[in-house]
């Protein structure tokens, strides 16, 4: 079975920082892009970053409002993919979810919740 | 970016309606739209790519349609199970963009 199990959400304070991990299965994780959506409660989706595959030299991409903050990164040998999270906002609690690339997101994870608040 | 909308944010309907939601782009993305169903609580569902194409398993009642900027996710005929928020995204320029979604309630 295809799956993405998203996991590190957790309560944090403004400024701080927090390491979010997807660990992948039931395809060939090191073949595909992947990416990071979030979603705010009662919000929309908003795409967040991309990773691409090694044949792509890994290179990334960003959303304008989490560039320079966050840093997207994959671990081929565990399947894994994960987003470094730093100087924190309050705006960017938010569900994140895991999906696959890479045009269309056609895989998502069940998401972590990331709560910023003092 | 590319700034997308959605019409209607709300559609109350009935099980058997025929629903059509609109999502419209700022500039042209010629076909590079997908559609996706979102239930609460839960993650988003890949339904459509390429702006008519259906994914595997999506029901033959979901329909995509248009070109340029304007589009358009038809259920031909609505099922207790379709009862959802609706997002359509743009992947033809970073960033990727997501429309404000359309809920479809019960009537």
């Known amino acids: 079975e295809v799956q993405l199990v998203e996991s590190g959400g957790a309560l944090v304070q403004p400024g701080g920082s927090l390491r979010l991990s997807c660990a992948a299965s039931g395809f060939t994780f090191s073949d595909h892009y992947m990416d990071w959506v979030r979603q705010a409660p009662g919000k929309g989706l908003e795409w967040v970053a991309r990773?691409?595959?090694?044949?792509?030299?890994?290179?990334?991409e960003y959303a304008a409002s989490v560039k320079g903050r966050f840093v997207i990164s994959r671990d081929d040998s565990k399947n894994s993919l994960y987003l470094q999270m730093n100087s924190l906002k309050t705006d960017d609690t938010a569900v994140y979810y895991c999906?696959?690339?890479?045009?269309?997101?056609?895989?998502w994870g069940q998401g972590t919740m990331v709560t910023v608040s003092s | 970016d590319i700034q997308m909308t959605q019409s209607p944010s709300t559609l109350s309907a009935s099980v058997g309606d025929r629903v059509t939601i609109t999502c419209r782009a700022s500039?042209?993305?010629?076909?590079?739209l997908a559609w996706y169903q979102q239930k609460p609580g839960k993650a988003p569902k890949f339904l459509i790519y390429w702006a008519s194409s259906l994914d595997s398993g999506v029901p033959s009642r979901f329909s995509g349609s248009g070109s340029g900027t304007e589009f358009t996710l038809t259920i031909s005929s609505l099922q207790p199970d379709d009862f959802a928020t609706y997002y359509c995204?743009?992947?033809?320029?970073?960033?990727?963009?997501f429309g404000p979604g359309t809920k479809v309630d019960i009537k």
């Open positions: 990773t691409r595959n090694k044949a792509n030299s890994f290179t990334t």
């Open positions: 999906t696959r690339g890479p045009r269309v997101f056609d895989i």
């Open positions: 500039q042209s993305i010629s076909s590079s």
């Open positions: 995204q743009q992947y033809l320029v970073y960033p990727f963009t």
